[in-house]
């Protein structure tokens, strides 16, 4: 998956349900088109993830509506959404929730946090320090919160879209590697075209309020029972040894790049495997193949490997190493 235009199109499919959840995930991109504008590829890279059982970081210069784009999601696919300012003074309970002492019954009580919803937005979460992102680490992987030893489930399903901008570096903190590692992809929101721009404000020439979606005609087009039937449709997707050594192959070639000093872990490979069987199932087919993990490859590893500092001082960008891998390492057929 590049980071354009994608389209989600509906292919024969034996199971009705499947077929049926395709089709309304397939809706999504028009509806959320109706309030942003030329977000093709990141609207499917959220379907992906939300099929995979993963979570989203999203880059992006202020304004190209990142936040517009996720509340827009989760009110086609009807999910509950909730959004957290992170800031340097926000704390680890703020997030995950704390034990509050009630007066009337003498005992603590737990206090959910934000991130008992479907779709959690964490804006700008490079301004909060490593401890409250830290909150997130067990979150994002075991789906639960543990206060005081005692583990509590967050809904089904459950994604972080986590937003973050890619030029200002003043009062950040870099997402160590461990908080990386748990995004299931790292999507560029891009600046609209021209012509998408003028849409824009004719939008809201004409009276759009972003902070009111229905009165912009945004309708729910998928449901719960869509994603689980889909979730069950991308479990059964073919996949061929050779593409399983083909993803291996890619990881260990990054991990041995002159240009990387940290390649792709065993988690990036899983990750690009379950990427590439969700994409096969939106794009119509029950088998993957080596251009649907060359599609994902970018999006699923840009944020996995880190640059040598001569590199950088040169230059040089993950996508254009992650090329170099793709255009080096044998495609099977």
């Not at 099929?51 to 304004?63: C, D, K, M, Y």
């Not at 992650?322 to 495609?331: E, F, K, Q, W, Y």
């Amino acid at each position: 998956m590049t980071d354009t235009a994608i389209p989600l199109t509906q292919g024969a499919v034996p199971d009705t349900g499947a077929l049926q959840a395709r089709a309304a995930l397939g809706r999504l991109r028009a509806e959320v088109a109706k309030v942003v504008v030329g977000q093709d590829a990141v609207v499917t890279g959220m379907v992906i993830a939300l099929l995979a059982r993963g979570h989203v970081l999203l880059e992006g210069v202020p304004g190209v509506a990142k936040t517009l784009l996720i509340r827009t999601i989760a009110a086609a696919l009807e999910l509950d959404s909730k959004r957290v300012q992170f800031t340097p003074d926000l704390m680890p309970g703020d997030v995950t929730g704390s034990l509050i002492f009630d007066a009337r019954s003498a005992e603590f009580q737990f206090r959910e946090g934000p991130v008992f919803t479907n779709l959690l937005l964490a804006d700008e979460i490079n301004r909060t320090p490593p401890k409250t992102q830290a909150s997130l680490l067990e979150v994002m992987e075991e789906r639960q919160v543990s206060v005081e030893g005692t583990p509590r489930a967050l809904p089904d399903p459950f994604l972080v879209a986590a937003t973050q901008n890619p030029i200002e570096y003043e009062g950040t903190y870099p997402l160590p590697e461990a908080q990386l590692d748990r995004f299931l992809l790292k999507l560029t929101v891009p600046l609209p075209t021209r012509d998408e721009e003028l849409g824009v404000l004719r939008a809201h020439h004409q009276g759009f309020d972003p902070r009111r979606l229905r009165e912009a005609g945004v309708q729910a087009v998928a449901t719960t029972a869509d994603l689980v039937a889909g979730r069950a449709a991308v479990q059964r997707v073919a996949v061929a040894d050779g593409v399983l050594a083909y993803i291996v192959d890619l990881c260990r070639a990054t991990r041995v790049s002159p240009s990387l000093e940290l390649g792709a872990s065993p988690r990036g490979a899983t990750a690009l495997l379950a990427a590439s069987k969700a994409w096969a199932w939106l794009t119509g087919r029950d088998y993957v193949t080596p251009d649907d993990v060359k599609a994902l490859a970018r999006p699923t590893l840009r944020h996995r490997v880190r640059l040598r500092a001569e590199a950088e001082l040169e230059g040089v960008t993950s996508d254009a190493v992650l090329d170099s891998v793709l255009a080096t390492v044998p495609t099977p057929r």
